[in-house]
């Protein structure tokens, strides 16, 4: 009869998973060698190229110039200083110093004669400093007196008296065109159409009361007659302001003839002084051949 309690036997060996497991174990057990293996040469050398993330590539290194023999600097040629004495002593007078007075000494003057001297090489040679020997002092029989030149003295000029200020303009002249300019209008004189003629006065500074005694010089041609510095015949003289009160006091007329002319940039009027010096610039006239315009009104201002 068989045992019903009796075990039933079973193999010694492992089964087919345990062979398996194994196997991987096996198998990771080599992966992790081979992978200790791989980062440690990495880090050895992290240029191999397996490397995944190799190092940066460095930028390239500057080259530094390299150092060139050049030739050395050749100074002039050697100079070999001679000492002489320039003053001489001369003559027998004999003069005295004043007291506290150093007696005047020669001075030594030194002449150099040049040596040319060849170098064989490159090399820099420093020439010999030069050295000056002096001779014994020369005593002069004639001892120099020290003249003491005088003492300037200044003098005080006279103190300048402030001349008037006036208004500053740009023209040199103390006498100016008014800023009315030249204003053509029919003249009140009784002869109508038969006169022609320029008048005004010269006002005193800032439009100050009439200047009298100055000159109205017309200078250039109208029609026929000539005006120039000295005048001509039939011409009229110079104007003095003052004289023809008609156009306010101090006013001047020049009469330039007995019909009105048509005339552009050939005649000028100019104020001057009572010794013929121009007191202002010459100031262009345009005349027209027109009775309602046969008289030139001009007047001036002193300036400054």
């Known amino acids: 009869m068989t045992d019903e309690n009796a075990s039933i036997p079973t193999g010694s060996g492992p ?148 001349s008037p200020t006036y208004t500053p303009t740009e023209t040199p002249y103390p006498v100016a065109l008014s800023s009315s300019g030249v204003v053509a209008m029919q003249a009140p004189d009784p002869r109508g159409c038969s006169y022609a003629g320029v008048a005004g006065q010269v006002f005193g500074p800032n439009n100050g009361a009439p200047i009298i005694g100055l000159l109205i010089h017309l200078q250039g041609k109208w029609g026929s007659k000539t005006f120039n510095a000295n005048g001509t015949a039939g011409a009229p003289p110079d104007a003095v302001t003052g004289t023809a009160t008609t156009f306010g006091p101090g006013g001047y007329e020049l009469v330039l003839g007995t019909a009105p002319v048509a005339s552009q940039g050939t005649l000028w009027i100019q104020v001057r002084d009572a010794n013929g010096q121009p007191l202002s610039a010459l100031v262009g006239l345009t005349t027209y051949a027109d009775c309602t315009q046969n008289l030139l009104l001009v007047n001036f201002n002193q300036v400054h």
């Open 15 to 162: 089964g087919c998973g345990g062979v398996a497991l194994y196997i991987l174990s096996g198998v990771v057990s080599l992966f992790t060698a081979g992978m200790v293996a791989l980062y440690g040469l990495i880090f050895i050398n992290p240029n191999v190229p397996f490397n995944p993330f190799p190092p940066a590539t460095l930028p390239a290194t500057a080259a530094l110039p390299s150092l060139t023999a050049t030739s050395m600097l050749v100074l002039p040629p050697t100079w070999t200083p001679t000492a002489t004495f320039a003053a001489q002593a001369a003559g027998t007078d004999t003069a005295t110093l004043p007291p506290g007075t150093l007696a005047p000494t020669q001075t030594p003057v030194v002449e150099l004669s040049s040596t040319a001297t060849i170098l064989p090489t490159d090399t820099a040679t420093v020439p010999p400093t030069a050295t000056a020997t002096a001779l014994p002092d020369v005593t002069p029989s004639l001892t120099s007196t020290a003249t003491v030149p005088p003492t300037a003295t200044a003098t005080a000029l006279p103190s300048a008296t402030p």
